[in-house]
């Protein structure tokens, strides 16, 4: 294809909000669209975030991942791929496969686990499910994009080791198995250098070792300086840059400080991702219309929802209820379920889940009452006391809904609390002095219905007789729910992340999002559960924990050879029973535990997984398949992955601490004599007070990070007057000058002028907000128009003292 300068050019941007260039002598322009779990078309005309087609709400991926299904993945993929070529998009925003590195993280309920195994590979079956389609996947956010706060700005120090071991590992798998079309660069810096910009990892990492050929697109508005992005290896800015960034291409390119060349590779890369998925790649249009895949899809995310919940506990298994037991419904979570998450994955559906509506529809018995307002942190007297006096009279089984409402979790912001919101604690602790009060025979059992996209503390829920957590599982989960309540499915989820006791607990208690743009990941590789299990620390619940209705047994495990030399494929095999009463899945995790050795690793790590489906008293095989990365780590003098030689253990179980079998294996790599005892000694420092029953926090000195990182820290947050430029936030701004606080106003107003019916908790508002004083002045002159983008212009002037 023969562009002229211009349409080289003019390639390397976005045309609008969704669309690639449409140019004269280029390719077509194609429509990009979010996103993980179904899809936000939007036309170029539509300002508001929530307005977009009528499409399925899937299970997000952090329910997904509670499936530890392939097949869930894949399902969800191809359901999103069936309505994005309905609706004509090539390029589908997903899948985010970002660590959960904290429980605080607002964007949690967008990704996988804290496991990058388990990330990469349900990343994989989703990529590939929806290429297979012919449609276009993004996987997103590349990379080390793990906070809400100063998701802009913020300078991810990750060591070399954590960066390959945990942080890149499921981008690396996806590249590897499924070839996305297009990968998204993230907004943050990693070690100093923004993600678009960031030569390394682009070209040297993705492209040169992990043989990436499709196209790198900035996540939108990430791409501040568009000549040294190209050079980096970006090849598409996205949205467009409002006529801002173009010139200086023009400038570098006439300068000499970047080649063509690079416009060029960027510019193939795009032509290669529209031939390949743009409108003329021979699509069939001739499949069912929307009623029919909507309907379709919307089976297809009731039964995904049934398979994502995870029973905590089931004393005295009151759980399954009887179909038809009139129950005590407590908690507005019941009508307003938290389905989803706010912001760019916020899909548009056509009816809301309501757990009441369903027990309504089977003719199934209960008595309501709200409870709390979800849309306020406080205690509500009223709703408090119309619930107490309903359990005063009744002694039905309560079902109390619960966790963390959809103001708490959101694109842009990250929660501050562990805890679940007061109005919810005050009620849970009422209801139990209320339930206390009656005669044993009278106590009411309580079922605790847990929604969330992460961790939180569940300790004042802990009195409850079952406790069932659901994640964010779409818009179908309110059927899925009553199915499993009531026995007709069982729950077969698993945790996807540990569940912590305290938010001190967690390994970057003392660097995750503390206000400084400068992110130290001085926890390194000893992320979740490699860290609380490696360091002994007691949880709420572990990694890979969950319950069923019935009783599985695991037995029988054969290895494929005695040793293994590291060469090729190894085979573990072993056979699942179902020895209980109903026919249920089960998931199988193998673990392969370290040798002790003198350097930092974990004691164990996630290398496969099994779902199994199993009627009541049937047996399977199951056979998992290890290779040379089952036992390596990167090493970061040879720049490589090796095995360092030992006896390693397969462990079979679910939760990382409850292993049904084991067996050795000898592994022949090579002698990794490397001791990290005295050089990186706060490592391995015992997690307890010897005064107190407590594990104190995991404190790594930041000395004793950067001599982990092998270099000075890249220490970007201590800008003053003079070096202040586009890259700022204007809230960074504002402690400089009063313009940036005017500024702060003007864009307030601004946003209520855009959703003026949106309240100000609303997650759609907080995106806003968040994104348009702690992003980039850069981000904020392309979306704001021509006046705030010369206000933003002097700001900076008075900001640098000019
Ligand atoms: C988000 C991406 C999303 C993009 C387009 C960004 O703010 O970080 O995940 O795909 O917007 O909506």
């Keep these: 294809m023969a562009l002229d300068y211009d349409d080289k050019l003019r390639l390397t941007e976005g045309s609008g909000m969704w669309h690639t260039a449409a140019t004269a002598t280029g390719p077509a322009s194609i429509h990009l669209a979010d996103g993980p779990h179904g899809l936000r078309a939007q036309s170029e005309d539509i300002k508001q975030n929530n307005e977009s087609v009528i499409a399925t709400c899937f299970p997000t991926a952090s329910a997904i991942a509670a499936s530890f299904s392939e097949d869930a993945a894949a399902c969800v993929g191809a359901g999103i791929a069936a309505e994005a070529l309905l609706e004509e998009v090539s390029v589908v925003l997903g899948p985010g496969v970002n660590i959960k590195r904290s429980p605080l993280c607002g964007r949690n309920f967008e990704y996988y686990s804290e496991d990058p195994c388990l990330a990469g590979t349900l990343g994989a079956a989703f990529v590939k499910a929806v290429q297979n389609a012919g449609v276009g996947t993004s996987v997103k956010h590349f990379a080390g994009n793990n906070q809400e706060t100063h998701r802009m700005t913020a300078n991810s120090e990750i060591d070399e080791r954590a960066l390959r071991e945990i942080y890149l590992a499921a981008f690396e798998q996806i590249v590897k198995e499924a070839s996305p079309a297009t990968i998204m660069a993230s907004y943050n810096r990693i070690n100093g250098t923004y993600a678009c910009e960031n030569h390394h990892l682009l070209t040297d990492i993705l492209r040169k070792e992990w043989g990436f050929t499709g196209a790198v697109i900035s996540d939108w508005g990430a791409c501040l300086n568009l000549p040294s992005a190209l050079a980096a290896g970006m090849d598409l800015e996205m949205p467009d840059g409002s006529a801002l960034h173009l010139p200086t291409l023009h400038k570098a390119l006439d300068e000499g400080s970047l080649s063509m060349e690079h416009v060029d590779n960027s510019n193939n890369h795009i032509i290669n991702l529209v031939e390949t998925y743009g409108p003329k790649a021979g699509k069939s249009q001739t499949g069912p219309g929307k009623t029919a895949v909507l309907n379709n899809n919307n089976g297809a995310a009731r039964e995904l929802a049934s398979k994502t919940a995870v029973l905590l506990r089931n004393e005295g298994d009151v759980l399954p209820l009887r179909k038809g037991t009139k129950v005590i419904i407590i908690g507005e979570l019941a009508r307003k379920m938290r389905y989803q998450g706010g912001g760019s994955s916020h899909i548009h559906i056509v009816r809301e889940p309501d757990f009441t509506r369903v027990m309504s529809m089977r003719s199934y018995p209960y008595i309501y009452a709200r409870g709390y307002d979800s849309c306020r942190m406080g205690v509500n007297k009223k709703l408090l006391r119309e619930a107490l006096s309903i359990v005063r009279h009744n002694d039905d089984p309560i079902l109390f809904f619960g966790g963390l409402t959809e103001w708490a979790e959101g694109e842009g912001y990250d929660r501050t609390s562990f805890d679940m919101p007061a109005a919810q604690l005050a009620l849970l602790s009422e209801l139990k002095e209320e339930i206390r009060k009656k005669p044993v025979e009278r106590r009411n059992v309580v079922v605790f219905l847990s929604f969330g996209g992460a961790p939180y503390d569940l300790s004042p829920a802990s009195y409850a007789d079952a406790i069932l957590h659901m994640y964010p599982a779409g818009q179908a989960m309110d059927d899925a729910l009553s ?279 609303d997650p759609q508002y907080r995106m806003y907000l968040d994104s348009s004083l702690d992003g980039t002045l850069d981000s904020l002159m392309k979306n704001g128009g021509p006046s705030i983008s010369r206000f933003a212009k002097y700001v900076l002037k008075r900001a640098n003292r000019k």
């Design 483 to 761: 199915d499993l309540l009531f026995g007709s499915v069982s729950p077969s989820g698993r945790l996807p992340e540990t569940w912590p006791k305290r938010l001190e607990d967690t390994p970057c208690y003392e660097t995750y999002a503390t206000g400084s743009d400068d992110v130290e990941y001085r926890e390194s590789i000893f992320m979740g559960y490699r860290y609380y299990d490696t360091y002994n620390i007691e949880v709420q619940y572990p990694f890979g924990y969950g319950l069923s209705y019935s009783k599985f047994r695991c037995e029988d495990l054969k290895l494929s050879a005695p040793s293994y030399d590291g060469d090729g494929d190894f085979t573990v095999s072993f056979t699942v029973r179902n020895e209980g009463p109903m026919d249920a899945d089960h998931v199988v995790c193998l673990y392969v535990r370290n040798p002790e050795d003198h350097f930092l690793r974990a004691k164990k790590e996630l290398r496969a997984f099994k779902r199994v489906s199993l009627k009541a008293s049937e047996s399977t095989e199951v056979t998992l398949t290890l290779s040379a990365r089952s036992f390596s780590i990167y090493d970061v003098i040879t720049q490589n992955f090796v095995i360092p030689n030992g006896t390693y253990t397969i462990e079979i179980g679910s939760a990382y601490n409850d292993i049904a079998l084991s067996a050795t294996l000898p592994v022949n790599g090579v002698s990794y004599l490397v001791d990290d005892r005295i050089r990186y000694g706060e490592y391995f420092l015992p997690r307890h007070d010897y005064m107190e029953s407590q594990p104190s926090v995991f404190h790594i000195s930041s000395e004793q990070f950067a001599k982990l990182c092998g270099q000075p820290l890249s220490h970007l947050n201590d800008l003053k007057p003079g070096e202040f430029d586009t890259c700022c936030s204007v809230n960074q701004l504002a402690r400089y000058t009063f313009s940036a606080r005017i500024l702060r106003s003007l864009v307030k107003i601004g946003i209520r002028f855009r959703l003026p019916h949106v309240k100000k908790q």
